[in-house]
């Protein structure tokens, strides 16, 4: 389903960028080729049907691109990346023990306790 919408909106990309190529804003354009110089209705009924066919295709590639969108997989039961999930699966142990400020703190205290205790007082 996800293709045929793909390949839908690429055509209809296509033929937009067409119809839209061959109207001109200032009356030319396409409208302007097959009318003759004495022909008004014509190019009237080509400009008509230049913006029908414009504003069909764009509601059509609206229409497809919601398609697409609604057709994508998406994971029903737990909605984690990969990475997350990695994360999860790695063993804890692979993982360093970052101590925390407090500790550090205490280990400091620690080690100058035992520097002062074992250096000797010159008073």
Do not use: C, H, Y
């Not at 690429?10 to 119809?19: P, R």
């Not at 008509?48 to 295709?57: A, C, I, P, S």
């Amino acid at each position: 389903m996800l293709t045929l919408s793909i390949v839908l909106i690429f055509i209809v990309s296509i033929l937009m960028i067409l119809i839209v190529l061959a109207q001109n804003s200032k009356g030319g354009g396409l409208s302007s080729t097959f009318g003759g110089g004495g022909q008004m209705g014509g190019v009237v009924q080509t400009n008509k049907f230049l913006e029908k066919t414009t504003w069909t295709l764009a509601i059509t590639l609206i229409v497809l691109s919601i398609t697409a969108s609604l057709s994508l997989d998406r994971p029903k039961e737990n909605p984690e990346s990969k990475i997350q999930k990695e994360l999860m699966e790695l063993n804890q142990t692979d993982i360093p023990n970052i101590p925390s400020q407090q500790q550090v703190d205490e280990f400091r205290k620690k080690e100058d306790q035992k520097n002062n205790a074992s250096q000797p007082n010159n008073k």
